[in-house]
């Protein structure tokens, strides 16, 4: 059994190289994987499930196909699009998890999560990150006409984008207490996020156990994948064609 992780594509109509490496490698490498996991930003902006964008509904296909050939698909909700819901999921034939979660394949069990709750030095972030995680919020925003929706959500594109280059480079890494706690509290000697765009294999102990946290990369100027199977994990980096 072998399962495939990806983070961070941030899909935008502003960068169609990542679009066309993602659908390439939906149409190659992960036809041979049992299961795809995607750990949340898999795309820049997502402002609810009935944006008609088309470089959105070409990636919703390509995830269609995917899981169609019988590649089962799973996703989290990243800081960018956690408004992914209900029509995705029946459009992609996807399923979205709880973030965070744990997952068990081949004897081995996994603490999986987008990664930017355990960025808990970055206070501002945080009260952000919990009003737009509010249903009430979320329903009222998605009620709004798809315009307004775009324009508040380039806004605030924008605003995150001068916050991240305002603060220091440590306050956007995760917090060692954050992680020490939620190795702590799901009892996993492993843990997959990505969202810091610093793809690494950290080994480290907790309560004297050694674990391993693995942070998956952004694809940016290439893919990053973990491969997930009776062997281990590998993390690799995909070199854009
Ligand atoms: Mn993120």
Redesign the pocket.
């Given at each position: 059994m072998t399962a495939l992780v990806v983070s961070?594509l941030h899909l935008d109509p502003a960068r169609p190289e990542i679009a066309a490496q993602f659908r390439a490698f939906l149409e190659g490498p992960a036809r041979a994987a049992d299961a795809l996991y995607v750990l949340?930003?898999l795309f820049e902006l997502w402002i609810g499930d009935d944006d008609p964008e088309p470089g959105q509904r070409a990636i919703v296909g390509a995830l269609r196909a995917l899981s169609a050939a019988g590649v089962g698909l799973y996703f989290l909700h990243?800081?960018?699009d956690f408004l992914l819901g209900a029509r995705f999921c029946a459009a992609t034939g996807g399923e979205l998890l709880t973030d965070p979660t744990i997952v068990e394949r081949d004897g081995r069990r996994a603490l999986v999560t987008?990664?930017?709750a355990l960025c808990t030095d970055d206070a501002p972030y945080q009260r952000l990150r919990a009003l737009v995680r509010d249903p009430r919020w979320q329903a009222e925003f998605l009620a709004l006409d798809l315009g307004v929706r775009t324009m508040l959500a380039r806004e605030a594109r924008a605003g995150s984008t001068e916050h991240t280059r305002a603060q220091p480079a440590m306050l956007m890494d995760v917090n060692p207490d954050a992680v020490a706690a939620a190795f702590r509290a799901a009892g996993v000697d492993t843990l997959i996020h990505?969202?810091t765009h610093r793809p690494a294999v950290h080994a480290l102990e907790v309560d004297g156990r050694p674990r391993t946290r693995i942070v998956t990369g952004d694809w940016y100027t290439q893919g990053s994948v973990l491969t997930w199977d009776a062997a281990g994990f590998r993390l690799e980096a995909l070199p854009r064609p």
């Amino acid at each position: 059994m072998t399962a495939l992780v990806v983070s961070d594509l941030h899909l935008d109509p502003a960068r169609p190289e990542i679009a066309a490496q993602f659908r390439a490698f939906l149409e190659g490498p992960a036809r041979a994987a049992d299961a795809l996991y995607v750990l949340g930003d898999l795309f820049e902006l997502w402002i609810g499930d009935d944006d008609p964008e088309p470089g959105q509904r070409a990636i919703v296909g390509a995830l269609r196909a995917l899981s169609a050939a019988g590649v089962g698909l799973y996703f989290l909700h990243g800081n960018r699009d956690f408004l992914l819901g209900a029509r995705f999921c029946a459009a992609t034939g996807g399923e979205l998890l709880t973030d965070p979660t744990i997952v068990e394949r081949d004897g081995r069990r996994a603490l999986v999560t987008h990664g930017d709750a355990l960025c808990t030095d970055d206070a501002p972030y945080q009260r952000l990150r919990a009003l737009v995680r509010d249903p009430r919020w979320q329903a009222e925003f998605l009620a709004l006409d798809l315009g307004v929706r775009t324009m508040l959500a380039r806004e605030a594109r924008a605003g995150s984008t001068e916050h991240t280059r305002a603060q220091p480079a440590m306050l956007m890494d995760v917090n060692p207490d954050a992680v020490a706690a939620a190795f702590r509290a799901a009892g996993v000697d492993t843990l997959i996020h990505g969202h810091t765009h610093r793809p690494a294999v950290h080994a480290l102990e907790v309560d004297g156990r050694p674990r391993t946290r693995i942070v998956t990369g952004d694809w940016y100027t290439q893919g990053s994948v973990l491969t997930w199977d009776a062997a281990g994990f590998r993390l690799e980096a995909l070199p854009r064609p």
